[in-house]
Structure formats: structure tokens, C-alpha cells
């Protein structure tokens, strides 16, 4: 119902969906990822 007040919006191209498989989880040592891993990340793709 929320989005039926609310209308349409105009899609956006600033969405960027990162995917990290089993094998990049344990490359990166495993789950928990921890907070560095996402720094890097954030920065190589900005």
C-alpha cells in the first residue's frame, strides 16, 4: 500500500550489486567478513 501513495520513481544507474561467492568468502578468510575487507572494496570502486 506504501508504494501505491507513493507513485513511480525514475530508476537511478548509481546501484552497483557486488556478488561474493563461497570461494571468495574463503579466500577472504572466511564469514564474518571483517570491516577492512569492506573498505577496500568500497574505495577500489569509487
Not at 1 to 24: N, W
Not at 26 to 32: E, M, N
Request: aromatic share 14%.
Amino acid at each position: 500500500m506504501q508504494f501505491k501513495l507513493r507513485g513511480e520513481r525514475d530508476l537511478s544507474d548509481d546501484i552497483l550489486l557486488v556478488y561474493l561467492g563461497a570461494e571468495d568468502i574463503k579466500a577472504l578468510g572466511g564469514w564474518p567478513i571483517t570491516r577492512d575487507y569492506y573498505g577496500y572494496i568500497t574505495h577500489a570502486l569509487t
